[in-house]
């Protein structure tokens, strides 16, 4: 048999409705990408800092009982990139800091730049708002440090905000706020459960086991309760995170927000400079 060839004209026609049909999927497919980006927040160095360093520096680098302030201490603020990759690989004999000489590399810079980000030495996002008011929106108005936590300050429900917008564009952490659909992330699951007695908790599920589950509520206690004590225990389809923020805060107040999300760090070393230029002198 002789192959069917398609005139030019049919061949064309074809290929402009394949390309239609595909371009809904990329772009639905891009956005998918932009959400899950935004979703998770990913920031490179953040998860080998949690697992190497967050032991004894804490998870927002300000020091614990076994181990010094890497963030806010301005000696390690002076230190170079490379002198901080060289402590990292060599560590600091009698100081108690190991070396980690598997550390190297691509992994190794990586965890520099969070640093540097919990340090508010990261790159600077382009926003319009003003960093020094959308930090008091945070503490105030916005009233997202109920659940929040930046540099160790605020409430523990959700995730901490810290390195949250290093490497997020400005838009992605507008629409992160506006967003009421949003898909809510792994350990921070709300749950209601009903005891026998008919005492009702409401709060984040913390850990769950077969026998047992622990709730931490909004005033930041945890409850441990045992499943044969409960009468209902039931997962709800809601986030922690308001959705009236566009009605509660104006587009101006928004915008104040997403600066100080973008380098938090920064923006409280600005409110600490200018309300130390307001002091009278002595």
């Known amino acids: 048999m002789f192959p069917i060839r398609k005139p030019p004209l049919l061949i064309a026609i074809s290929l402009l409705v394949s390309v239609g049909s595909i371009r809904p999927r990329l772009v639905e497919a891009q956005q998918q990408s932009r959400d ?4 998770s927040a990913p920031v ?3 998860a080998t800092f949690n697992s ?4 004894c520096h804490g998870l927002d680098g300000r020091g614990s009982e076994k181990g010094p302030n890497i963030a806010s201490n301005a000696k ?3 230190l170079s990139d490379a002198q901080i990759a060289n402590i990292v690989s060599n560590g600091r004999p009698g100081t108690g800091m190991p070396a980690f000489p ?3 590399g691509a992994p190794r810079r990586a965890v520099v730049r969070y640093l540097r980000t919990l340090q508010g030495k990261g790159e600077t996002v382009r926003t319009r708002g003003d960093s020094v008011r ?3 929106i945070f503490f105030g108005k916005g009233e997202c440090s109920n659940c929040h936590t930046i540099s160790g300050e605020g409430g523990f429900l959700g995730p901490d905000l810290t390195a949250y917008g290093a490497q997020l564009p400005a838009k992605a952490i507008r629409e992160g706020i506006l967003n009421s659909n949003r898909i809510v992330p792994a350990g921070y699951k709300l749950a209601a459960a009903t005891t026998r007695d008919g005492m009702r908790l409401e709060g984040v599920v913390r850990s769950e086991d077969n026998f047992s589950v622990q709730f931490e509520t909004g005033d930041g206690s945890f409850h441990f309760v045992e499943k044969s004590d409960l009468e209902k225990l039931e997962y709800l389809d809601r986030s922690l995170m308001p959705a009236d923020y566009a ?3 104006t587009s101006a ?3 104040d927000l997403v600066a100080y999300l973008a380098n938090p760090v920064l923006s409280q070393k600005k409110a600490q400079s200018s309300d130390k230029a307001g002091e009278p002198s002595q």
């Open 253 to 255: 107040e928004i915008d």
């Open 52 to 55: 190497t360093c967050a032991g």
């Open 247 to 249: 009605t509660r805060l």
């Open 36 to 39: 899950d980006d935004f979703k």
């Open 102 to 104: 598997t550390l190297a």
């Open 134 to 136: 959308g930090r008091n």
């Open 76 to 78: 390690a603020q002076r």
């Open 44 to 46: 490179q160095g953040k």
